[in-house]
């Protein structure tokens, strides 16, 4: 009988049918399985991945929609693909031709984990449609590939991170289909410390987008692990609908992708904007945790609901099983008749600070993420050179962006995560033997260096016994993420991540009310350095509308229903150009290059402003940002005598510069709080 798919499991969603949203998500896998199988091996005309990389996905569409509909062409072709990937070299179970096939033992990747889940759910749900001696081929794939590649690869493994878990989960759906005991005990022990890379809140710290990678394949385990009847199943990654509904910034189309809606998250690291939380783990958790964690639960059915459930027809279908991007599979439909009541409706907290570095803060129509500096990742990875960046989203446009990444051998790939990519500052240095990083090294065009950050940074997995070495700090300091009435103030110390002479780079990003954002940098060097002040636009579709102000360089922007006015305050410094750098902003990943997904040169428009001339010491530099839609922010002005105001209509901020201490004050209202340096401290009074 099936263990992932029981027939009491399937009984059920046939019972269901219906139910709109389980009707919905019933007939969308039916029909994705019925139109792969028109053409052999499941290639549509919509695929533009390849083999490894769609494997999982389309074999898992085949399967179930074998096991709920009598189709004798899906049947035969399900058979055909299934058998013809279980006969493959182990030389071809390994992996495509860039991973490594020249071990001493033939090893394992992350393809190989995705080619065992696929055969091994086919034996276990669709026996039938093979002969005994055909499912004697999977079992020996299972069996003399599958395993022994996991096994190899997990025994080399050095650091938590979402590799481990996702060749975990090819050996653990492997072991329980063939009822191997003693390597389900092997991947009990591998869970128990894999789960132990989900932060205490249930963030993650590699990114947003393999957060769910990761976190699906840990969920693969649970169910292989709980399927076969172990107990006492931890799932900490439960706790991450908390952090995907803070982060998720909203919902709706994008130009290029068709006319049905799609999330946009704030998207620091290798993530995709567009990557929202893969829904088979959503449906996990609402199913699993509905028990244990009601709340958590009952958020995760609602965003499912809200991300996927009326959309069943929604591609592409070939980017799911890698978290490229992610769409409904097995899970989603055979849990979804065990799972809760979905919560009345998803929510924005006014601020929320997470322990992987992600803070947001949500006003009105405005939404200001920050990157800061992590005292703790439980899993580290796919960094950017972003610490102190921010990411900007008004009445549903992302003004500030994060670039995003695109294929990991595009030789864009090194600039779009260096600091000079990001709203974040770089830093010349005359003289320096530092080596050159960010968009010098791209431009070869200054005898001076600049210094960027670094965003290699691993946690190693085993110190012995089953426990991982001390979470790894990211590097900086975490200063505080507080709000007071109408006033969210986050602020970070990234000087750390760049070494000397760079001796305190405090950024404060203070959202106050709905329209108004001040950026304090407080900077000390303890030799002479030129700041670099970096920020880039979203003009992934050339629809950015740009401007620059004279006398003051004010920088006015517009894009769909937003508009924004950037003013950079004091003197000593400049914009770089009048005109921008044309960057990239990507909206989603792809394993190659030039793909939909990738952004062009010029997606992103970069604006730098720099420092005239080296200065040693501590200076401040104020940027004031004002968003309003198209037309009313051009009524947003702004003053610096007596103090930083900005202005329009009914709300007057103003921002008091001390030694120690700002003080942010809306003048009609009366409202105020006091950011101070109190006894080596920040705080909000």
């Known amino acids: 009988m099936p263990i992932f798919f029981t027939e009491e499991e399937r009984l059920a969603v046939r019972r269901f049918n219906t139910h709109p949203v389980l009707s919905n998500l019933y007939w969308g896998l039916v029909n994705r399985a019925r139109a792969g199988a028109e053409t052999p091996g499941f290639q549509t005309p919509d695929t533009n991945t390849q083999f490894y990389h769609n494997f999982l996905e389309y074999a898992t569409a085949a399967v179930v929609g074998c096991s709920l509909v009598s189709d004798e062409l899906l049947k035969a072709r399900t058979r055909h693909f299934i058998l013809e990937t279980a006969e493959l070299p182990v030389d071809e179970w390994v992996g495509p031709s860039f991973r490594n096939h020249s071990t001493p033992v033939p090893t394992g990747h992350l393809e190989t984990s995705h080619l065992a889940i696929g055969v091994a759910l086919a034996l276990d749900i669709v026996p039938n449609i093979f002969t005994a001696d055909e499912q004697k081929v999977l079992e020996t794939a299972l069996r003399e590939k599958a395993i022994p590649l996991c096994l190899e690869w997990l025994s080399h493994s050095k650091n938590i991170a979402n590799w481990a878990s996702i060749l975990l989960a090819g050996l653990a759906v492997s072991a329980a ?104 783990l959503l449906m996990h958790i609402a199913a699993r945790a509905k028990d244990t964690m009601p709340e958590e639960a009952a958020l995760a059915r609602r965003l499912f609901d809200d991300l996927y459930a009326k959309i069943p027809a929604q591609g592409p279908f070939d980017r799911a099983s890698f978290g490229f991007l992610n769409r409904y599979g097995l899970f989603s439909l055979s849990l979804f008749p065990a799972s809760a009541e979905p919560a009345p409706a998803l929510e924005h907290k006014p601020l929320s600070a997470f322990s992987n570095g992600d803070a947001i803060a949500h006003t009105g129509n405005t939404s200001l993420a920050f990157r800061f500096s992590s005292s703790g990742m439980y899993a580290a990875g796919h960094l950017h050179g972003d610490v102190n960046s921010i990411i900007l989203a008004h009445r549903k446009e992302r003004l500030l962006v994060d670039p995003g990444h695109c294929c990991y051998r595009n030789l864009a790939h090194a600039f779009n995560i260096s600091s000079a990519s990001h709203n974040t500052c770089t830093f010349l240095c005359s003289g320096s033997d530092w080596a050159k990083t960010g968009l010098n090294e791209l ?106 102000v004279k006398p003051e360089y004010r920088l006015v922007v517009r894009r769909g229903e937003a508009g924004m006015k950037l003013f950079h305050l004091g003197d000593g410094s400049k914009p770089r150009s009048l005109c921008p750098s044309y960057s990239y902003v990507h909206d989603a990943y792809h394993p190659l290059p030039d793909q939909p997904g990738e952004g062009h040169p010029g997606s992103g428009l970069l604006f730098d402003w720099i420092e005239t001339e080296a200065r040693t010491g501590l200076r401040t530099k104020v940027h004031v940002f004002a968003v309003d839609a198209y037309g009313p922010v051009s009524a947003w002005h702004i003053r610096t005598e007596p103090h930083i105001g900005l202005k329009a209509f009914d709300e007057d901020w103003e921002l008091q510069q001390n030694e120690d201490s700002f003080v942010i004050t809306e003048l009609n209202s009366k409202e105020t709080a006091t950011l101070r340096l109190d006894g080596g401290n920040w705080t909000l009074i």
């Open 177 to 280: 289909v063939l009822k191997d005991e003693a390597n389900l005990a092997v991947a009990r022990r591998w869970y128990d410390l894999l789960i132990q890379g989900v932060q205490p809140d249930g963030s993650y710290g590699e990114t947003v987008q393999y957060s769910g990678y990761c976190y699906h394949f840990l969920m693969l385990t649970h169910e292989a692990l709980l399927r076969s009847g172990q107990t006492g199943l931890e799932m900490p990654y439960a706790k991450s609908v908390h952090w995907y509904e803070q982060m998720l910034l909203y919902i709706k189309p994008l130009a290029g992708w068709g006319e049905l809606p799609r999330p946009r998250m704030a998207n620091f690291g290798d993530a995709g904007a567009i990557c929202g939380p893969d829904p088979d």
């Open 443 to 548: 431009r070869n065009a200054n005898p001076t260096e600049e210094r960027a950050q670094p965003f290699h940074l691993l946690r190693p997995n085993n110190r012995g016994d089953g426990i991982p070495a001390d979470p790894v700090p990211r590097g900086g300091k975490f200063l505080l993420a507080t709000r007071k009435g109408r006033i969210s103030v986050i602020g970070n110390d990234a000087a750390a991540l760049y070494g000397d002479p760079i001796s305190k780079f405090e950024r404060f990003a203070i959202l106050a009310g709905e329209h108004t954002v001040f950026i304090i940098d407080r900077i000390d060097t303890s030799a002479p350095v030129k700041t670099i002040w970096h920020w880039l636009f979203n003009n992934r579709d050339g629809q950015l509308e740009w401007k620059f």
